[in-house]
Antibody
């Protein structure tokens, strides 16, 4: 079955760190860009970060630049998001999403989404 | 405020048609492909339209997309109660080097 499964969410305090993971199956993982998109409670979608198929190109939203690091291991069909210096406004459901080939410019679409993992940042 | 502007809500009776607009600028919609997503309550988003007007396999032709200049439009014909959801447009912004989503539009079937 073609799917993405996120894990690693939870409750952390401001300033702490956490790593999210996304396990891909049913498709050639190394052939796609991979992305993180988040959604705060009751709010809209917010793009977080994208990584190209070979990890050569990486993009971040300004809101997470310098605090979050995206990475992937094609041999393990896995995507990661290392999140440091977490803030209250990072509270959201984090979705892993598959995207098209990217290079100088990033993704225009996301065609496969995971079910999401909830991160709550609160003291 | 989102860089891509969508109406907060639209509504119509079953069987009718609705259109959802997405307004941007030359740095995003004007020079990049647009995609559209449907998010049913409590679920992950689902790709409805990519590359302005293409439908992924399994998406009914009741859903259509178009783009003109710096604006894009999603059309839904033959509205069904199961279409009640939030709809988002998306694209890439060359100046921001960021993927963008519109603020979302809630579709209500009267």
């Amino acid at each position: 079955e073609v799917q993405l499964v996120e894990s690693g969410g939870g409750l952390v305090k401001p300033g702490e760190f956490l790593r999210l993971s996304c396990a891909a199956s049913g498709f050639t993982f190394s052939g796609y860009s991979m992305n993180w998109v988040r959604q705060a409670p009751g709010k809209g979608l917010e793009w977080v970060s994208s990584i190209s198929s070979s990890s050569s190109y990486i993009f971040y939203a300004d809101s997470v630049k310098g605090r979050f690091t995206i990475s992937r291991e094609n041999g393990k069909n896995s995507l990661y998001l290392q999140m440091n210096s977490l803030r209250d406004d990072d509270t959201a459901v984090y979705y892993c999403a598959r995207g098209p080939f990217i290079a100088v410019t990033g993704p225009n679409w996301f065609d496969l989404w995971g079910q999401g993992t909830l991160l709550t940042v609160s003291s | 405020q989102s860089v891509l502007t969508q109406p907060p809500s639209v509504s119509a009776a079953p069987g009718q048609k609705v259109t959802i607009s997405c307004s941007g600028s030359s740095s995003n919609i004007g020079n990049n492909f647009v995609s559209w997503y449907q998010q049913l309550p409590g679920t992950a988003p689902k790709l409805l339209i990519y590359d302005n007007n293409k439908r992924p396999s399994g998406i009914p032709d009741r859903f259509s997309g178009s783009k003109s200049g710096t604006s894009a439009t999603l059309g839904i014909t033959g509205l069904q109660t199961g279409d009640e959801a939030d709809y988002y447009c998306g694209t890439w912004d060359n100046n921001l080097s960021a993927a963008l989503f519109g603020g979302g539009t809630k579709v209500t079937v009267l």
